[in-house]
């Protein structure tokens, strides 16, 4: 799951770098000075990480399966995030543009990914007077 979400957000910001025209790095990933709203750049990885909380919605559909399951994968998700950028900045994230973006983006993501879950689930149920013949069929 954790590769997936990695993998779509790298390829998003690196598309997000490439419309700015910025040079690509892991900064835009793990640093947490490079969410601003001040340029085009800050702006683009903002919606890259935003775009990203629906691709890994469906990555939790696709992958989980499970309603219940979706709240701990996405905030497994975010903390180990969390972890990643406090050892690659070698400070505790302090800005709070980082924060709201994660906050949002997470909830997306659980929200998302339990809409989803639970649509499948919901179809995987029967109801209905044909469901309860073949029940009583067996």
Request: hydrophobic share 70%.
């Given at each position: 799951m954790q590769c997936c979400v990695y993998f779509t957000l790298g390829l998003l910001v690196f598309i997000a770098n490439k419309l700015s025209g910025d040079n690509y790095a892991l900064d835009h990933l793990f640093e947490y000075h490079e969410i601003h709203i001040y340029d085009l750049g800050g702006r683009l990885v903002i919606c890259a990480f935003v775009l990203?909380?629906?691709?890994?919605?469906?990555?939790?559909?696709?992958?989980?399966?499970r309603a219940k399951l979706c709240l701990d994968f996405s905030c497994t998700f975010h903390l180990l995030h969390l972890i990643i950028c406090w050892w690659y900045n070698r400070s505790f994230p302090a800005n709070a543009s980082w924060w709201l973006l994660n906050v949002i983006t997470a909830t997306i993501m659980c929200i998302g990914g339990e809409f989803l879950c639970l649509q499948s689930e919901m179809k995987e149920i029967p109801v209905g007077y044909a469901a309860l013949n073949q029940k009583s069929d067996v």
């Open positions: 990203n909380a629906f691709v890994a919605s469906l990555a939790l559909w696709c992958i989980v399966r």
